[in-house]
């Protein structure tokens, strides 16, 4: 409607005008034949200074228009590819995309027409400068042989200019994969964001790197553009959604689905080739994950590619927390706190038994022990990359701690952290398959048990979180599969740091307490808590399957695994009652893990446990939220999972307190609890919008109905001022 408005209004002023526009663009129509295939060409000369407008003409104007008619009847030909735009910046800052100069449209043509008469095209344009004209013209001929011939042709362009504009047209190519695209809810509307990644990237001066085509039912606002210290460039459109203005109305879909795919094509100005050309995208959904994205710009340097910057310097007072070392440097000190979290002190432990075992060794065994232990940490955190990278590529909802998520790897963490515990007892040796002996080569260290602690001490890193760690995943979540690989890996370096320091300088070992008989009592004190892990194991599981039977089974299969250990030790050792005794352990392990999963209720109902805490959980829904929100009313809204031992942390030291109840109390405070147990999508989704890739995650709302994020960890203190109580 506005530019149906805007073209009787340009209309009006050209004719209060009364000066001579007619030489503003001149024409000729003909034909041209390139391998094999015939197309008439619209050849167009603009006068300097002036442009007309292209498929999708910007914040302003009108795309030119062309009809053909043969005898008077109209026919239709297909366009081949609109003509590369420009980008203009008007008076007023208006942005428009159109065309200057010389360009041509190619338009596919069949044999009928070798000897067709009476043919016409007809041209509707706006054409501007300082002022905007509305014109047309009509050129009219037949054609001779297949050749278009026309006394109304002003301009004569040479068969060998139309061929490198016609070889110059943006035509479809497969989008490269260093172009990466997606959609996310953004302010109210939506926002399309994309990165390039690639080396020595030039901008085509002062011009978009994506330009778009129409796409119903959306409006593109400006592309703006960043940089980080790499030269990758990003960028970000925010869209304006105008389904609400469709008969009948298309309102955004509440869930992040669309009925059909948007079908968007952009005009690629590929920095990275420096080559033009057309991709298109198909995309589903969109996400929800403003805040990741805002946060993350943020960091970035913004470009101005308005005003023909061919390479854009980047100055910045933060450059380090802009840039992948920052984030880097985070993960290393969160996996290096991760050492002190009580998820890992049990293996750690272990692992610090093992140093004091062997302070006597040479230096080069240490370090030996201790690389292997850290080569474990790091092949874990390596796979659990790939993991992350794979499960990503295939759209699924991950975050940190998410392979806690599954019944039967939390069964087979069972197993393997019993059968360590009973070895701790005493009730068997780790030996190599050769036995003491591999070959002619006796077997004194190990090794392998380093690196399979080092495995371990990975794995049960997971359920905790830790300071400057939460701010690393954040980033790594939302990026490449590179940074994603890199950042696990300084997660794990910080993690094994202390023990190849210890192994590059073994004289710290001494100031651990000397080998002698207390190693026994302490072998068997570490051995309890591992006992204890496999407890909180079995809770998670529980709260996983739901299912009675399944914890029957599980529970049955230790038993049969510590007689079978015990019956070893102490009675006999005889292969045939040893296979009596495995057969069933294997059976009862494998009816664990195959049992249906009780997906009816919540198993063991975490925010049952949490009432009887003596405190007043509703469930949360975004439903739930969003009306608290709405009603101003004062909410703590926690995050957690059976397997967070950070969240369990966070409820002995704060959240359990009667100082906390008693605040929740004064206050008349509503609590609101996600429980991400098991996998749920929509908590997934929406702690990503918020930034979080896990769990602990706390926010509160407070009386003027404003969403706060506390974070991974809380104090009473920090709870109180963001509710804005005393």
């Given amino acids: 409607m506005y530019r149906i408005l805007l073209a009787l209004a340009i209309t009006l002023f050209a004719y209060a005008d009364k000066k001579d526009y007619s030489d503003l663009l001149k024409a000729q129509v003909t034909t041209i034949e390139k391998d094999s295939n015939k197309y008439l060409t619209i050849n167009l000369r603009n006068k300097d200074g002036w442009h007309t407008y292209w498929q999708n003409p910007g914040d302003s104007g009108l795309a030119t228009e062309v009809e053909f008619k043969q005898g008077g009847d109209k026919i239709v030909l297909d366009l081949v590819e609109w003509p590369t735009p420009h980008k203009f910046i008007e008076k007023g800052d208006i942005q428009t995309f159109g065309h200057k100069g010389d360009y041509t ?27 905007c004209i509305p014109q047309e013209k009509i050129i009219k001929g037949d054609f001779d042989g297949g050749i278009f011939k026309s006394k109304d042709n002003q301009i004569q362009v040479a068969n060998s200019e139309m061929e490198k504009r016609f070889n110059n047209l943006p035509t479809l190519r497969e989008t490269p994969t260093y172009l990466n695209l997606q959609l996310t809810k953004y302010e109210g509307g939506l926002a399309l964001v994309y990165n390039i990644t690639g080396d020595n990237q030039k901008l085509s001066a002062g011009q978009n790197v994506l330009t778009p085509y129409t796409t119903n039912p959306i409006s593109f606002k400006r592309e703006a553009l960043y940089k980080d210290t790499k030269g990758n460039h990003y960028g970000l459109y925010q869209l304006d959604w105008d389904g609400e203005y469709l008969e009948p109305e298309y309102p955004l879909p509440a869930d992040g689905r669309f009925v059909e795919p948007l079908a968007f094509k952009f005009v690629f100005n590929d920095p990275v080739i420096g080559e033009t050309y057309r991709v298109d995208f198909d995309i589903n959904s969109f996400g929800t994950n403003e805040e990741s994205f805002k946060t993350f710009y943020s960091r970035l340097t913004k470009v101005n590619n308005d005003k023909a910057v061919q390479d854009v310097k980047i100055v910045s007072n933060e450059e380090g927390s802009s840039s992948l070392p920052y984030f880097l440097l ?169 023990f190849i320091l210890t192994g590059i300088f073994p004289a710290l070992i001494r100031f651990l307490p000397r080998p002698g008989m207390w190693m026994d009592h302490v072998k068997k004190l570490l051995g309890l808590t591992l006992i204890l892990t496999v407890v909180w194991l079995l809770d998670v599981y529980s709260a996983l399957v739901g ?44 009816s664990a893990i195959t049992t249906p999963l009780n997906t009816g209720g919540n198993g063991n109902s975490l925010i049952e446990d949490k009432k009887r805490e003596g405190l007043n959980w509703t469930k949360w829904t975004q439903e ?26 966070n409820e002995k030291l704060v959240i359990n307190t009667d100082s906390f109840k008693d605040m929740v109390a004064e206050n008349q405070v509503d609590l609101l609890l996600g429980d991400w147990t098991r996998k749920d999508e929509a908590i997934g989704k929406w702690l990503e919008s918020q930034g979080m890739v896990g769990v602990p995650a706390y926010f509160v709302i407070n009386e003027n109905g404003e969403l706060i994020k506390l974070g991974e960890t809380i104090t009473l203190g920090k709870v109180k001022k963001a509710l804005g109580v005393n």
């Fill in 105 to 131: 449209y190619f338009y596919y043509l069949g044999n009928s027409f070798d000897n067709a008469k009476n043919f016409e095209v007809h041209l509707k344009y706006l054409i501007c400068h300082d002022i």
């Fill in 330 to 498: 985070m993960a290393f000190i969160g996996g290096l706190i991760l050492n002190i979290m009580p998820c890992v002190l049990p293996v750690i432990s272990l692992k610090l038994f093992g140093l004091i075992k062997h302070s006597n060794e040479s230096r080069s065994k240490i370090l030996k022990h201790n690389l292997f232990y850290s080569l474990g940490v790091l092949a874990t955190f390596a796979a659990l990359a790939l993991t992350v990278v794979g499960l990503k590529s295939s759209g699924e909802q991950i975050g940190w701690g998410f392979q806690l998520q599954s019944p039967m790897f939390v069964a087979i963490m069972v197993f393997v952290i019993f059968t360590m515990a009973l070895n701790l007892f005493g009730l068997f040796e780790f030996k190599t398959p050769g036995g003491t002996k591999l070959g002619n080569v006796e077997v004194r260290n190990t090794f392998y048990g380093d690196f399979i602690s080092g495995v371990l001490a990975t794995i049960l890193s997971t359920p905790c979180s830790a300071p400057f760690l939460g701010t690393a995943l954040t980033f790594a979540f939302s990026e490449s599969s590179t940074n994603i690989v890199m950042i696990f890996l300084a997660i794990g370096f910080g993690l094994s740091a202390p």
């Fill in 547 to 590: 299912s009675p039977v399944a914890m029957m089974y599980i529970n049955s299969a230790l038993v049969f695994t510590f007689f079978l250990f015990y019956m070893r030790k102490h009675m006999t050792k005889k292969v045939i009652t040893t296979l009596l005794i495995i057969v069933p352990v294997f059976y009862l392990g494998y």
């Fill in 624 to 649: 739930e939220m969003n009306k608290r929100i709405d009603q101003k009313k004062l909410t703590f809204i926690d995050f957690t999972a059976r397997w967070c031992i950070t969240c369990k942390v």
